[in-house]
C-alpha cells in the first residue's frame, strides 16, 4: 500500500508567540511536527505494518522542515519529501499549499493520505479537504478508528465528542483526530536509521509549477492576541452585603441581569 503523510511543521506549543504589526513573530523560536500530524504518521506506520506497503512524509516548507521530516522518519516512516517553496514563494496561503502538494500527486499512486485534523497555528483545517477534492478522492475528516479490509475501509469519526461510522473505500484521504493512536517517541536506533532513510528536495519547478499557478487566494491583513484578562475582584465584608453589591454589579456593571 502507497501511504503518504502531510506533515505540517509548527510553533513548539510551550513556545510564547510574539506579534507585532501584524506578523507572527517566529525569530528564535522552537519548531515541532504539528501534534495532529503525529497520529497521522503513527496510524501511517501501524497501517503499512499490517498490510505492507511504504510511508512517505510530505511537507511543504523551508530548509528547517528536514528536522521535523527527520523526526517522522525516526518514528518509522521510509521516505520524506521535502517540497522546498524558500526560494521561489514570498507568501502562500492553503490554496497554495494544496496546489503545491495536488502538483506532486498528480504522477502519485497515493492509496491512502493522512493529514492532521488542523494545524495548530492556523488552523483552517482546509490542506487536506481541498488536496483531497482536486485528486478527484473520497476523504473523511476528525478521524478516530481506521480499519481497512481490502479495498473497504471502515472508520468512526469524531463529531464534536459523539462517534459517526462511515464505510469507504480506498484510495482516500483522512485527517487524524486525537484520540485515533498515541504517537510513539522516536527510539534511539530510530534516530540513527533516519539519518539514512532517503529524503528527497524538490521545488515548484519540479512539479512544473510557476508563482502564479499557485498564487495565494487571500492576504491576511492583521493577527492580534485577545485582551489580556483584567485582574478578579474579590468581595469583602458581610455576606447579605457582599450579594446585594453582586446583584448590583451583575445588573449594572456586566449588564447580564
Ligand atoms: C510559500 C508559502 C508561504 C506562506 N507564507 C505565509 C505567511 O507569510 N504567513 C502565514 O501566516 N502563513 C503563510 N503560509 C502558510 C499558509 O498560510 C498555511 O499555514 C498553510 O497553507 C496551511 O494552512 P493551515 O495552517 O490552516 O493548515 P490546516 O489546513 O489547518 O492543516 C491541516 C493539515 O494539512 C496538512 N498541512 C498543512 N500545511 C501543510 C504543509 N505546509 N505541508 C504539508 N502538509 C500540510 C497537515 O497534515 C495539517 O495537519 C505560507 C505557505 C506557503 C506554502
Known amino acids: 500500500m502507497n501511504i503518504y503523510v502531510l506533515l505540517k511543521k509548527t510553533f513548539d506549543t510551550e513556545e510564547k508567540i510574539a506579534v507585532s504589526g501584524g506578523v507572527i513573530e517566529d525569530d528564535g523560536a522552537e519548531f515541532i ?8 504518521v503513527e496510524e501511517a506506520i ?25 523526526t517522522a522518519l525516526a518514528m518509522g516512516a521510509d521516505k520524506a519529501v521535502l517540497i522546498n517553496t524558500e526560494d521561489d514563494l514570498e507568501d502562500g496561503d492553503q490554496f497554495t499549499t494544496a496546489k503545491v502538494l ?70 482516500l484521504l483522512v485527517t487524524c483526530q486525537q484520540g485515533l493512536n498515541d504517537p510513539r517517541y522516536p527510539s534511539l536506533p530510530g534516530i540513527m536509521k533516519a539519518k539514512k532513510k532517503p529524503l528527497e528536495e524538490l521545488e515548484i519547478d519540479d512539479l512544473d509549477l510557476d508563482e502564479d499557478d499557485v498564487e495565494a487566494k487571500t492576504r491576511t491583513t492583521d493577527i492580534f492576541l485577545p485582551p489580556e484578562k483584567e485582574a478578579g475582584r474579590v468581595l469583602e ?8 453589591e453582586l446583584i448590583s454589579l451583575l445588573k449594572n456593571e456586566a449588564k447580564v441581569l
Do not use: M
Request: proline share 3%; net charge negative.
Open 46 to 70: 501501524n497501517q503499512r505494518d499490517a498490510h505492507g506497503g511504504e510511508v512517505t512524509v510530505v511537507t511543504v516548507g523551508d530548509e528547517d522542515s528536514e528536522k521535523q521530516l527527520r
Open 237 to 244: 465584608g458581610d455576606v447579605q452585603d457582599q450579594v446585594k
Open 102 to 171: 495536488e502538483a506532486f500527486f498528480a504522477d502519485k499512486e497515493a492509496d491512502l493520505i493522512l493529514a492532521g485534523n488542523v494545524a495548530i497555528d492556523e488552523a483552517s483545517g482546509q490542506v487536506g479537504p481541498r488536496l483531497a477534492s482536486s485528486l478527484g478522492i473520497s476523504y473523511v475528516t476528525t478521524v478516530t478508528s481506521l480499519k481497512i479490509d481490502g479495498e473497504t475501509v471502515n472508520i468512526e469519526k469524531d463529531v464534536e465528542g459523539d462517534v459517526e461510522i462511515i464505510e469507504t473505500s480506498l484510495p
Open 33 to 40: 511536527i504539528n501534534p495532529y500530524d503525529e497520529y497521522a
